[in-house]
C-alpha cells in the first residue's frame, strides 16, 4: 500500500493502481476523456495532465504508476494551463453544435469546458469537416466532427464484447471510427454500450435520436427482466416537473431510454442491446380490463368469483409466474399455495434469431426470477400428462403457457398483465400491474438480490399481485 | 509514425502504428510484450566494430568525448548529395564545401537543418566554425539527430520550407493523441493561410504556442519534433513571415528550387 500525497493530502493507494484510479477512488477530481475503468489505459486524450512536485513538466495521471512518497499536484498553474490548453486543442475541431446534441447535459467534454476552460475558440482557421450522421450499425449512428478520438469505443469492442467490430481508419485530424466491413457490429449483442462510454455526442442511439433532452428526464433504478442475468438499469422518463399536456399523454408515461446502472455483481457498466429495448417488452399492449367469462366485470367482482372457484374446486393446480417479484412469490407461498399443486412456467422463451447465452451477460433463461421460483416450486413438467383427470381449477399468473394443455373440465382463473386472446377464454380473468408500477426484487441466477423501483402509476381497473393474493386466499376455506 | 520505436513495434504486431505510451518502456515490454531493444542500423554496426576491434581501436577516430563516426545523410542543395561517414569533430563547412562540392549551382549557403527536418534551423553563420560534433552541435542550440542533413542555399524562401514541413507533420500524424492530432493540423492550416496571403501578425506567436504545447506532451516525440522545427525557423527567419503576413508575398518569390544563376 504505497502512500502519495495529491496537493499535499496523503493517500493509501494500492500497488498496481495509477495515479488516476488513486486520486478518483479518493475522491480527488482529475478530468478524463479517454481512461474507463473497465478498459485498458490508452492515454491519448491527454487532459488528465498532473504535475509532480519538483517538476517543471506535466504528465499524464493515467499511466503513471504509484510510487511510495509520489506528491502529485493536480491543481498549480502549469496544471490548469495545460489542461485549458488541452481542452482548446479538444475542441478545435469539435463543432460544438450542443444545441442540437442528444449528448448535452451529460457530455463530459462540455462539462469539462465549463469548469476547466470557459474561453472561446483561439483559432480562426476553419473546422475539419468530417462525416456526420454516419450509420455506424442499424442501432447506432455516429457524427464524426463530434468525435474527438478517445478510442473508448473501439477498446470496448476488442476488450469486452470481443467483437473487434470498430477500428480507426486514416491518420492526424482525418482519423474517422468505422465498423469493420463484415457488420460485425451489427451482430454485436453489446453494441450500444459504446453510446454510453463516448463522452461526447459522437455516437448516439437511433432509436433515443432527438427523442427528448436529458435534463427532461430522470432514471428510476430497475431490472432488466430479458433474462436470468437480472442486469440493473436506470429507466429514463419524463420528470413529472416536465409533463406535457398537450402531447400525447403516452409520451409522459414513456421509457424514453435504458441504461446500465452500474453493478459491480452482476453486470458490471454493461448490459446488452435487448436491455435497452425494454421498452418494446414493457410498452405492448396492456390488458387493464377485469374479465368473467370473457365479460368485463369490476375489479373487485372479479376478486370476489375467483375467491368462489377457488373455494369449490376440490383439485387445485397453480401455474406460478418466472416474471413474479421476490415479494410476490412469498406472498402467494404464504397465502394461496396452500390450496394448490403449484409449479413455475417460463413465462418467456427466447425469441427466433435472440441470442441464446454466451460468456459474458446473456443467459439462455429469458426470465428473471427463475431463481427464487424455483427455490419454491418445481418446474412444470414438459411432458403430459401435467394434469391429472381430477384438476377442476387451474390459476395461470403471467404470460407463455399453452392453453391447449389445459384439461377439458377445468375451470380458469388467468392473471395477466398483457393482452392475449386467452384472457377472454378465462373464467375469471384480473389484470396485474407491471414492473414500471410496483416495487420488488429479483433473484438472478447466481443468487444475487436487485431492487426495481416504480417509475409510473399503477391503472386503477389492475390488481398488484401481492394484495391481490392475499385477497383471494381471504376466508377461501368457509366457501368450500 | 512507424520509424518511432514502439510504432514500429505495434505494426510489426499487425496493428496500427500507433507509438505507445511510456511507462513500460519497450525493455520492459515490447514487441508482442517482451523485452525488446530497438536500435538503428548505425548504432549496431558500431557495435560489431567495437566487438570485433575493440574499445580502444573504436576511439582512435572522433573526439574524446565522441568516439566513432556517424553517417550524414546529406541532401537539398547540395552538389553531391548522398551517405557520408563522416568522423566525429570533422569541420561543418569543409565537411560541406570539399566533400560534398560546396551549394548546388556555387550558390551560397543560407542555413543547414542539421540532423532531420526535426532538429533546429543552424545558419550559415553559426555553422562557420563548428565541427561535426553532438556535444559542440547541441551547444549551438541544435542537435546531429538522425544524421539526416539537409542543406538550404541562399535565395530559398523559409515560410515556403516551413509550409512544406509542416504539411509532412500533419500528413505523418498518426492521430492517436490530442496535441499532436490537432496541433499539426492547426499549425498547417495557419501556414496554408499566410502562404495564401491571409496571414495575421498574431498567427506567428500562436503557432509557437501550438508548438510550445505540443513539447513533452505527446506519446511519442513527433510532436515536440514539428515544435522545434517550428520554433527553430521562426527564430531565426521571422522577418521573413512578417514580409509576407505584411505585403502578402514571398521575399524570396516562394522559392525552394536552387536557383542555376545569382
Keep these: 500500500m504505497p502512500e502519495i500525497f495529491i496537493n499535499g493530502h496523503s493517500i493509501q493507494a494500492d500497488s498496481g493502481q495509477t495515479v488516476l484510479q488513486a486520486a478518483l477512488a479518493h475522491g480527488h477530481e482529475i478530468p478524463y476523456f479517454c481512461y474507463h475503468p473497465a478498459l485498458s489505459i490508452a492515454g491519448n486524450c491527454r487532459v488528465c495532465v498532473v504535475q509532480v512536485e519538483g517538476r517543471s513538466w506535466v504528465e499524464i495521471a493515467c499511466n503513471m504508476p504509484v510510487t511510495e512518497g509520489l506528491r502529485v499536484l493536480t491543481d498549480s498553474e502549469l496544471v490548469r494551463e495545460h489542461r485549458k490548453s488541452m481542452l482548446q486543442l479538444t475542441l478545435l475541431n469539435h463543432p460544438v453544435d450542443c444545441g442540437i446534441c442528444d449528448k448535452a447535459g451529460e457530455c463530459t467534454l462540455q462539462d469539462y469546458h465549463y469548469k476547466y476552460n470557459g474561453a472561446p475558440s483561439v483559432s480562426i482557421d476553419p473546422k475539419v469537416r468530417a462525416t456526420k450522421f454516419h450509420a455506424l450499425s442499424e442501432r447506432i449512428v455516429l457524427d464524426n466532427e463530434r468525435c474527438i478520438l478517445c478510442s473508448r469505443c473501439v477498446r470496448f469492442t476488442h476488450e469486452i464484447s470481443k467483437s473487434h467490430a470498430l477500428g480507426i481508419q486514416h491518420r492526424g485530424d482525418a482519423s474517422l471510427i468505422r465498423a469493420a466491413e463484415n457488420h460485425s457490429f451489427d451482430d454485436d449483442p453489446y453494441s450500444d454500450n459504446v453510446i454510453d462510454i463516448c463522452p461526447v455526442g459522437a455516437l448516439l442511439s437511433r432509436a433515443f435520436l432527438y427523442k427528448s433532452r436529458v435534463w427532461y428526464l430522470e432514471p428510476t433504478p430497475s431490472i432488466c427482466p430479458g433474462c436470468a442475468r437480472g442486469c440493473t438499469v436506470n429507466l429514463w422518463h419524463r420528470k413529472p416537473e416536465w409533463k406535457l399536456n398537450a402531447l400525447d399523454p403516452r409520451h409522459n408515461r414513456a421509457i424514453e431510454r435504458v441504461t446500465p446502472l452500474p453493478n459491480p455483481a452482476v453486470n458490471g457498466p454493461w448490459i446488452c442491446n435487448k436491455g435497452r429495448d425494454l421498452a418494446k417488452i414493457f410498452e405492448r399492449a396492456r390488458a387493464e380490463q377485469a374479465m368473467q367469462g370473457g365479460k368485463p366485470v369490476e375489479l373487485h367482482a372479479a376478486i370476489d368469483a375467483a375467491r368462489q372457484l377457488i373455494g369449490k374446486a376440490k383439485r387445485r393446480v397453480a401455474v406460478v409466474s418466472s416474471w413474479g417479484s421476490n415479494e410476490e412469490l412469498r406472498t402467494f407461498n404464504e397465502t394461496l399455495s396452500g390450496h394448490f399443486s403449484a409449479y413455475v412456467k417460463s413465462d418467456h422463451v427466447p425469441a427466433p434469431g435472440e441470442p441464446n447465452q454466451d460468456d459474458f451477460l446473456i443467459r439462455a433463461d429469458k426470465n428473471p426470477n427463475s431463481m427464487a421460483a424455483r427455490t419454491l416450486y418445481p418446474a412444470l413438467p414438459e411432458a403430459e400428462p401435467m394434469f391429472d383427470d381430477a384438476t377442476d381449477l387451474v390459476l395461470i399468473w403471467g404470460e407463455g403457457f399453452d392453453f391447449a394443455r389445459l384439461p377439458q373440465r377445468a375451470r380458469t382463473i388467468v392473471l395477466n398483465a398483457y393482452a392475449q386472446p386467452e384472457n377472454v377464454a378465462a373464467d375469471v380473468f384480473i389484470p396485474l400491474s407491471i414492473q414500471t408500477e410496483r416495487r420488488g426484487h429479483y433473484t438472478n441466477f447466481q443468487g444475487v438480490v436487485s431492487a426495481f423501483e416504480p417509475c409510473f402509476p399503477k391503472p386503477a381497473s389492475v390488481a398488484d399481485a401481492e394484495m391481490l393474493f392475499a385477497a383471494l386466499a381471504e376466508r377461501v376455506e368457509a366457501l368450500a | ?262
Design chain 2, 1 to 262: 509514425m512507424c520509424g518511432e520505436a514502439s510504432g514500429l513495434l505495434t505494426s510489426i504486431e499487425g496493428k496500427r502504428g500507433y507509438p505507445r505510451n511510456r511507462p513500460p518502456r519497450l525493455t520492459v515490454r515490447g514487441l508482442y510484450q517482451r523485452p525488446t531493444v530497438v536500435n538503428n542500423v548505425e548504432t549496431l554496426s558500431n557495435v560489431v566494430g567495437i566487438i570485433a576491434n575493440g574499445a580502444e581501436a573504436f576511439r582512435t577516430v572522433g573526439t574524446t568525448k565522441n568516439p566513432g563516426t556517424r553517417l550524414i545523410s546529406i541532401s537539398g542543395h547540395i552538389a553531391r548529395p548522398g551517405v557520408y561517414e563522416v568522423e566525429i569533430g570533422y569541420p561543418w563547412a569543409k565537411f560541406i564545401d570539399e566533400d560534398c562540392g560546396g551549394v548546388l549551382h556555387g550558390q551560397k549557403l543560407k542555413c543547414v537543418i542539421p540532423g532531420g527536418i526535426s532538429t533546429k534551423v543552424l545558419t550559415a553563420a553559426e555553422i562557420k566554425d563548428l565541427v561535426l560534433d553532438p556535444t559542440a552541435v547541441e551547444a549551438a542550440g541544435s542537435s546531429l539527430g538522425s544524421g539526416g542533413m539537409i542543406v538550404v542555399a541562399e535565395g530559398t524562401c523559409m515560410v515556403r520550407l516551413l509550409q512544406v514541413m509542416l504539411r509532412f507533420y500533419h500528413h505523418e500524424s498518426c492521430g492517436q493523441c490530442t496535441p499532436c492530432r490537432e496541433g499539426m493540423g492547426w499549425l498547417h492550416r495557419i501556414i496554408d493561410r499566410i502562404v495564401a496571403g491571409e496571414g495575421r501578425p498574431e498567427d506567428l506567436d500562436r503557432m509557437i504556442g501550438i508548438s510550445r504545447l505540443n513539447d513533452g506532451t505527446t506519446i511519442c516525440g513527433m510532436g515536440d519534433a514539428a515544435g522545434y522545427a517550428t520554433v527553430g525557423i521562426l527564430a531565426k527567419y521571422r522577418d521573413e513571415f512578417d514580409y509576407w503576413i505584411e505585403h502578402k508575398r514571398s521575399r524570396f518569390d516562394g522559392n525552394l528550387e536552387c536557383p542555376r544563376s545569382s
